[in-house]
């Protein structure tokens, strides 16, 4: 009497997982958008950088922030802090810009003494852009 398999294995499933997994990974990444990416990591850098020139501020004194269309600065009475082994200037990803240039001084309360309203900044590679609003207290978003 011969026994009939019907079904698959547990390695075929697995197989088969494995293989639909590749094909979805290789899919999904075809249609990401790259600029859209690129934008929400700079705008994340930039917001970042407002709120450690903040925070240096709060502990230091003499903390300048400034931004211009490649990248973002933090300094301390001149010149480029380094934290570590990362530095500022910090530059964007290729082919981001930010709008306006602008440079914004902290006092020890982690407020921007040069800025009298709430700031706009624009944060754009090709058809994609994002705005990160800067407040006088000094708190971004």
């Known amino acids: 009497m011969s026994q009939c398999s019907k079904g698959f294995t547990l390695i075929e499933l697995i197989a088969i997982i494995v293989i639909l997994g590749v094909i979805g990974i290789t899919v999904s990444s075809h249609f990401t958008d790259s600029d859209?990416?690129?934008?929400?990591?700079?705008?994340?850098?930039l917001v970042a950088a407002l709120f450690f020139a903040q925070q240096k501020a709060m502990a230091q004194s003499d903390i300048t922030l400034a931004v211009s269309a490649g990248g973002v600065d933090v300094q301390q009475a001149g010149s480029s802090i380094r934290l570590h082994k990362d530095a500022y200037?910090?530059?964007?990803v290729n082919g981001?810009?930010?709008?306006?240039?602008?440079?914004?001084?902290?006092?020890?309360?982690?407020?921007?003494?040069?800025l009298a309203a709430t700031a706009q900044l624009t944060v754009q590679k090709g058809g994609t852009s994002v705005e990160v609003t800067v407040e006088p207290s000094g708190y971004a978003y």
């Open 36 to 45: 859209t990416a690129s934008v929400q990591t700079s705008r994340d850098d």
């Open 96 to 114: 981001v810009s930010v709008s306006p240039s602008q440079s914004y001084t902290y006092n020890k309360l982690g407020q921007i003494t040069n």
């Open 89 to 92: 200037p910090l530059m964007f």
